[in-house]
């Protein structure tokens, strides 16, 4: 089995030239508000460099990456994830890239990509959801700073690869568009419909998030606890999953509307 470099992680499609030092201060503003966005959270971000092929900036949290991960850049992927999984990660590179080229450039921006791999620290290892969106492109289109971050997902099972449109309409609500999943079977994208939650749904996951049981949802909706039940359930069915805090760890790691 050949071993993994990183050069392999790069490809004609992720190719990105003619960056300047000026372009460099010209993103300096978001690099800053990268870095203050990812003081607000317990995620591990870091911002991808197509152009140098290496990190930018990247948070430090030792909960789920290591310390130095900026330094680390590329390697983080075959030092820190079981090799079985290195073939999945170079396949999702590479076709999330050729997905990303038939993009028209006005939607670009607004793309997210999202999948689940093991991550292995300190000799435990966890499932971690990996998540970029561009950040800044070259006056070509090309992708060539990405901003990403890890969380802990709730599945049991790598893979789990899904794009979308980040979108906003004009009153405000941000939505999902353009949902597509892509299939480690037949290596191809797939058209998807994004989840959508009822507002009673919403309601029990926000009100389950501040620890109120299901009794006490029922009351404050003024509904019946047989009622909530009937709803947690048709949800846990929605989501894929068998407990309230699996269900919020879904909705925080995909693209649940």
Do not use: C
Not at 124 to 138: D, E, F, G, K, W
Not at 184 to 207: A, C, N, R, Y
């Amino acid at each position: 089995m050949n071993m993994t470099q990183i050069n392999d992680f790069f490809i004609d499609k992720n190719r990105v030239d003619g960056i300047t030092e000026e372009d460099y201060e010209r993103v300096q503003p978001k690099i800053e508000a990268v870095a203050a966005a990812a003081r607000t959270t317990t995620n591990s971000i870091y911002i991808i460099d197509y152009h140098k092929r290496n990190f930018l900036y990247s948070s430090e949290n030792p909960m789920l990456a290591p310390v130095g991960l900026k330094d680390m850049g590329y390697s983080l992927y075959i030092d820190y994830v079981p090799k079985e999984e290195h073939a999945m990660l170079l396949e999702i590179n590479h076709a999330g890239f050729e997905e990303f080229s038939r993009i028209d450039l006005a939607n670009k921006m607004e793309f997210v990509i999202s999948y689940d791999f093991h991550f292995i620290q300190n000799g435990r290892s966890r499932m971690v959801n990996h998540r970029l969106t561009p950040l800044a492109l070259n006056s070509k289109g090309q992708l060539w700073l990405a901003l990403a971050s890890f969380s802990l997902s709730p599945r049991k099972h790598f893979g789990n690869v899904r794009m979308w449109r980040v979108t906003e309409s004009g009153n405000g609500i941000v939505g999902n568009r353009d949902v597509r999943e892509y299939s480690l079977v037949d290596g191809k994208w797939h058209d998807s419909t994004p989840i959508v939650l009822t507002e009673t749904e919403q309601q029990l996951l926000m009100m389950s998030a501040q620890g109120y049981t299901t009794e006490e949802i029922a009351s404050r909706l003024f509904r019946t606890a047989d009622t909530m039940k009937y709803h947690r359930k048709k949800l846990f069915r929605k989501l894929g999953v068998e407990s309230i805090s699996e269900a919020l760890a879904t909705v925080m790691s995909s693209n649940v509307m």
